[in-house]
T-cell receptor, first 111, second 119 residues
Framework: QKEVEQDPGPLSVPEGAIVSLNCTYS??????FMWYRQYSRKGPELLMY????GNKEDGRFTAQVDKSSKYISLFIRDSQPSDSATYLC???????????FGDGTTLTVKP | GAVVSQHPSRVICKSGTSVKIECRSL??????MFWYRQFPKKSLMLMAT?????????EQGVEKDKFLINHASLTLSTLTVTSAHPEDSSFYIC???????????????FGPGTRLTVL
């Protein structure tokens, strides 16, 4: 079983919809949680970074971490065609030198 | 802040030649750098992790003599694909984490990637 599980999708929504992307994990040592966006043929871009449990909002994006359930989410409000990309969750144990990534969810927002 | 550049963005070479890819942290000290490989529509595959001034740690199944990694400074790491063959064709992405002044990053920052095509 993978340490981080992420539904690969693909996920297709109409423009303006609220999008919910999720990851579950098994390692209770993870303390840092990230979401990245990757456009085709580009490197991943950091979208959100959260430490421990709680919510963080940045514009149309909200990241939620529920450590008790080992579950993290990324919500995208008023989704736009430009949000069409692959979204990767990542998490890190403070004592580890590297982050563990999900396999990514491919999102398409249709005009 | 926390910008990572990668060069070249695209390279086409003949089978048997060696190719060097550079990864630079532009505005922070990259104490740790990572090299990933990604096939079309597939997930990131970590190849190796390197700390500045130390030998790289390779993931299982990655040939260290094939993929030479050098992390000689806090702003530069290089990946050399030696004697490249068509099966080495892929998208290679570097990533880094480190410090900026007294601030330490916990997240990784990625370069834009290098598309290698071996003919």
């Amino acid at each position: 079983q993978k340490e981080v599980e992420q539904d690969p999708g693909p996920l297709s929504v109409p423009e303006g919809a609220i999008v919910s992307l999720n990851c579950t994990y098994s390692n209770s040592a993870f303390q840092y949680f990230m979401w990245y966006r990757q456009y085709s043929r580009k490197g991943p871009e950091l979208l959100m970074y959260t430490y421990s449990s709680g919510n963080k909002e940045d514009g149309r994006f909200t990241a939620q971490v529920d450590k008790s359930s080992k579950y993290i989410s990324l919500f995208i409000r008023d989704s736009q065609p430009s949000d069409s990309a692959t979204y990767l969750c990542a998490m890190r144990d403070p004592n580890a030198g590297k982050s563990t990534f999900g396999d990514g969810t491919t999102l398409t927002v249709k005009p | 802040g926390a910008v990572v550049s990668q060069h070249p963005s695209r390279v086409i070479c003949k089978s048997g030649t060696s190719v060097k890819i550079e990864c630079r942290s532009l505005d922070f000290q990259a104490t740790t750098m990572f090299w990933y490989r990604q096939f079309p529509k597939k997930s990131l595959m970590l190849m190796a992790t390197s700390n500045e001034g130390s030998k790289a740690t390779y993931e299982q199944g990655v040939e260290k003599d094939k993929f030479l990694i050098n992390h000689a400074s806090l702003t530069l790491s290089t990946l050399t694909v030696t004697s490249a063959h068509p099966e080495d064709s892929s998208f290679y992405i570097c990533s880094a984490t480190g410090t900026s002044g007294s601030f330490s990053y916990n997240e990784q920052f990625f370069g834009p990637g290098t598309r290698l095509t071996v003919l």
